[in-house]
């Protein structure tokens, strides 16, 4: 399902080195359980199991998009290009 592929790869990407080792081994359990649960947990549609709800909810936080700026090299409002969001004009 390409909807969850998206999320699992941005989560990957942005949050997973945050997880604990009891994080990361629920997150491994999470990847064995079917799509369509995981859909259903994933959009609220349904209630994960008490032992995977912790990572259910980190995943419902991570938001599909371009990666994070690094630690440092946020963009302030100048050096955005102008067709880029807080962008200032010149």
Known sequence: MLELDA???TFLRDAYADL????RRAFDRLLQ????????????????PVDLRAVVDRLRACRVG?????PGSEVTPGDAPPDEP????A
């Open 33 to 48: 359980q079917p799509d369509m649960d995981l859909y259903d947990w994933l959009t609220g549609r349904g209630a994960p």
């Open 7 to 9: 999320l699992l790869q």
């Open 66 to 70: 371009p990666p994070r700026p690094a």
């Open 20 to 23: 604990d080792e009891p994080g």
């Open 86 to 89: 807080g962008a200032v004009a």
